[in-house]
């Protein structure tokens, strides 16, 4: 049974059995290799000479790209052009499928009409909301992704991969989190390793909230202070928030398998500290929730 679903403003989640996902790929495969013996070239928008090049595309990436559903990822727009090329080959023979099949994803898709499941009037106004929260986190995640490129971490991998780890765990533990608090995770080492400061933050439109999380989470070098004086002071008067993307801060340093490609002994003293660091902070955590419930 297909199932489509749209989960952004232009793409959607693509879902059917196996052996329809094959039929699909097939029928696709068909219409770029027979292009002009279909009706195709009346019925894809665009300019016509972009027109097969779109099939083709679509046929290679159907069968090379998608592994097969759930895609949880489909533009709109080839969500559509399967939708065209099933429904131009509805009664004609396809070589290697039974009619049958065909006749099936044509009623299917006839039922579901895609057009209608990304008409924007049937959208409410939280989706709008969510997928422009996610645009804004996605282009943030973009400009990390800059900012920190060319950096390494103890392990020598990308510094990047640590911080799109951070903000992952942030979205998993803590599902309330603040968009402020997301935006944080992700640039939470901007100040401190990538000559960013507050001011550039504000330029680029980030909440007060955001940059108060970041430069809570910001070692400053000049501070004075040992690493567990910092995290007292962090635990201390931190925001919230800031804790909390500490929390997942320390709990992907103290992943095993990035202290097992450090020596020996390193490995051992930052277990060490990122264990004792990660119980001040769990325990303000706790405490913290036991107040609010109060």
Not at 37 to 46: D, K, N, R, V, W
Not at 105 to 113: A, F, G, K, S, Y
Not at 267 to 291: F, G, H, N, T
Request: aromatic share 8%; glycine share 4%.
């Amino acid at each position: 049974m297909i199932i489509i679903e749209r989960t952004e403003y232009a793409f959607g989640t693509f879902n059917c059995s196996a052996e329809e996902w094959e039929a699909l790929k097939t029928i696709v495969r068909y219409c770029a290799n027979n292009y002009r013996a279909t009706e195709l070239i009346y019925s894809i928008p665009g300019p016509e000479e972009h027109r097969r090049g779109k099939v083709e595309d679509l046929s290679e990436i159907m069968d090379s790209v998608w592994d097969g559903p759930p895609i949880e990822t489909m533009p709109r727009d080839q969500i559509f052009l399967i939708n065209h090329c099933v429904s131009e080959l509805d009664g004609k023979d396809v070589p290697d499928i039974d009619e049958n099949i065909v006749a099936g994803l044509v009623q299917q898709l006839h039922d579901i009409d895609v057009y209608d499941v990304f008409d924007d009037d049937n959208v409410t106004a939280e989706q709008w909301d969510t997928w422009a929260k996610e645009n804004r986190l996605e282009k943030t995640s973009s400009w990390v992704c800059k900012l920190h490129d060319g950096q390494v971490d103890k392990a020598g991998r990308p510094y990047v991969e640590h911080v799109l780890r951070v903000y992952e765990r942030v979205r998993e533990t803590f599902p309330e989190a603040s968009e402020d608090a997301l935006h944080a995770a992700l640039l939470h080492d901007v100040i401190e390793d990538c000559d960013i400061t507050a001011d550039d933050l504000r330029k680029h439109h980030y909440s007060e909230a955001t940059i108060e999380i970041v430069e809570a989470l910001t070692h400053r070098p000049d501070d004075g202070f040992t690493y567990a004086e910092r995290i007292d002071n962090l635990a201390a008067s931190g925001p919230e928030e800031a804790l909390k993307v500490k929390l997942c801060d320390l709990m992907d340093n103290s992943e095993p398998k990035r202290l097992a490609a450090l020596p020996d002994d390193r490995a051992a003293s930052l277990a060490k500290r990122y264990s004792k660091a990660l119980d001040v902070i769990k325990a303000r955590l706790e405490q913290m929730e036991i107040q609010a419930g109060e």
